[in-house]
């Protein structure tokens, strides 16, 4: 009996020390906390780069955004930095569900340089429940999400040092 105790703690305790720790007290904007959990699957009708990028082995950010959305299209540059930052451990794409034209005549005058794709069915929005853009969710290779929220977010801003722990936990993890 006790090492069943035991053993449920281990799978209900938080993650491990050398992620970022979770912030519970924070404004989430989605119905449902993927953060320790396994990221649901990623459904995509159409990459604008033409094809799928390589994830294989690395940590996967996906930004919920929209060309309409103001703290979106602020962020672009953020993203593109972290992009060319962190080019060899981190896969950035950007997922909105409106139509590939509307995104298409979009990307003609912004510099997007990370995956951006589309799904105007909204199925892995509508799984997370995301209910304010933009949202991310960073997802490490055992596909368990590391963090997930609004990125500007003052209780829990995701930041350069972030998304380097994540990608330094998960690499010493492999060891």
């Known amino acids: 009996m006790v090492s069943a105790i035991f ?6 305790s ?3 020390a050398s992620y970022p720790a979770y912030i519970t007290e924070k404004t989430l904007y989605a119905d449902n906390d993927f ?3 396994e990221a649901p699957k990623m459904e995509i009708e159409t990459w ?3 094809k799928a990028p390589d994830m294989k082995g690395k940590v996967v950010m996906v930004d919920f955004w929209a060309t309409w959305c103001g703290p979106c299209r602020a ?3 953020e993203l593109n930095e972290w992009q060319k930052h962190f080019e060899k451990d981190l896969v950035i794409v950007g997922l909105s569900d ?3 034209d509307t995104i298409t005549k979009f990307m003609e005058g912004t510099a997007m340089n990370y995956h951006v794709a589309n799904d105007t069915q909204g199925r892995l929005k509508k799984i997370v429940g995301v ?6 969710m960073i997802i490490t290779p055992d596909n368990i999400v590391r963090w997930q929220g609004f990125p500007g977010s003052a209780e829990d801003k995701l930041t350069t040092a972030k998304i380097e722990q994540i990608i330094s936990a998960w ?5």
């Open 7 to 12: 053993a449920a703690a281990l799978l209900t």
């Open 35 to 37: 953060r320790g959990k």
């Open 98 to 100: 409106e139509p590939k």
């Open 131 to 136: 209910k304010g853009i933009p949202h991310a």
């Open 75 to 77: 962020s672009i540059p």
């Open 14 to 16: 938080p993650q491990d």
């Open 171 to 175: 690499k010493a993890s492999q060891k």
């Open 48 to 50: 604008m780069h033409k």
